[in-house]
């Protein structure tokens, strides 16, 4: 008989109550998390087949992940995928502690590769954030670009930064970061300049009592994925000849930072970066810069060619 793929068996229907049921522990997660959480862990639903998923093994499912890894997912695809799995059984367990144990306990997904971020260049940066026009869009889209190179912002934090929480007295912007971690960040004077011309137009779009800083045509709050496609358009619009997205801003602002200062604490604190070790992979970025200065400069930095 031949055998059948995992991936390709439709879970059983009791897998699939199980399932339904973790999808409704995590109704206050945020709905990315969720929908990544539920699709991992359809992989386990798939794996189990006709069998008890909660009856999975722990070698079955290293296994899995080392079949994953072959197929080209990445150790950090795999440790998302871990992470939703040990939620999982946190569920099955939290609902009948008379279950066997955690079957992911011991398992860590293989490390990749540490890639280095692309930053644009300090002219780059500049002709991206320098929009033109007097629409409201162009208007709140320098604000936006502006904001996002100056301060080093998170996404997240570009669409969730309320008025309230800016001051251009003291050119200052207060952000909610990860782990719901609020600071303080500085907002450059010609990012000052730009989002006092936003708040004039925005005036005339916001919806009444919207709080959100960056808001619509239709006056509702910027989401995540429309600063993306808008950030990706104005790249093309002003002649950079790749894809820009949200978090290129940000590795640009920390290089050029670390470039001009030397003070990689400070860029720690900018960026809100718990640990120092994050914000290393930027000295790197510098070496790199400087690493081509060298070989275009010195006469004897590469190996001439016979």
Not at 285 to 295: G, R, S
Request: aromatic residues 4%.
């Amino acid at each position: 008989m031949p055998r059948r793929d995992a991936a390709s068996v439709v879970p059983s229907a009791a897998n699939a109550a199980r399932v339904e049921a973790f999808e409704r522990s995590l109704a206050l997660a945020p709905a990315a998390t969720r929908r990544a959480y539920v699709r991992d862990v359809g992989q386990l639903a798939s794996l189990a087949a006709e069998r008890d998923v909660a009856g999975l093994s722990r070698p079955e499912l290293a296994r899995h992940l080392a079949t994953l890894h072959g197929r080209g997912l990445s150790g950090r695809s795999l440790a998302r995928m871990l992470s939703a799995w040990r939620a999982f059984y946190r569920f099955l367990l939290d609902a009948d502690p008379t279950r066997r144990g955690d079957p992911c306990l011991g398992l860590k997904a293989p490390k990749s590769a540490r890639r280095l971020p692309t930053a644009l260049s300090p002219d780059e940066a500049v002709r991206l954030v320098g929009i033109g026009g007097d629409d409201v869009l162009a208007v709140r889209d320098r604000a936006l670009l502006e904001l996002a190179y100056s301060s080093g912002l998170r996404l997240s934090e570009l669409s969730g930064a309320d008025v309230g929480r800016l001051d251009l007295v003291t050119g200052e912007i207060r952000v909610m970061g990860k782990g719901a971690k609020e600071r303080i960040v500085p907002v450059g004077a010609p990012a000052c300049a730009a989002l006092r011309a936003w708040l004039a137009a925005r005036s005339g779009v916001a919806a009444p009592q919207e709080p959100a800083l960056f808001v619509t045509r239709a006056g509702t709050r910027l989401g995540p994925r429309a600063i993306e496609r808008r950030l990706a358009a104005w790249a093309r619009r002003q002649g950079l000849d790749r894809h820009v997205h949200p978090h290129m801003l940000r590795h640009s602002f920390a290089s050029h930072v670390l470039q001009s200062s030397g003070d990689l604490r400070a860029v720690q604190e900018l960026l809100g970066h718990a640990s120092i070790a994050s914000t290393q992979v930027y000295t790197h970025l510098d070496f790199q810069a400087l690493a081509k200065a060298y070989d275009a400069a010195h006469p004897r930095a590469r190996r001439r060619r016979r």
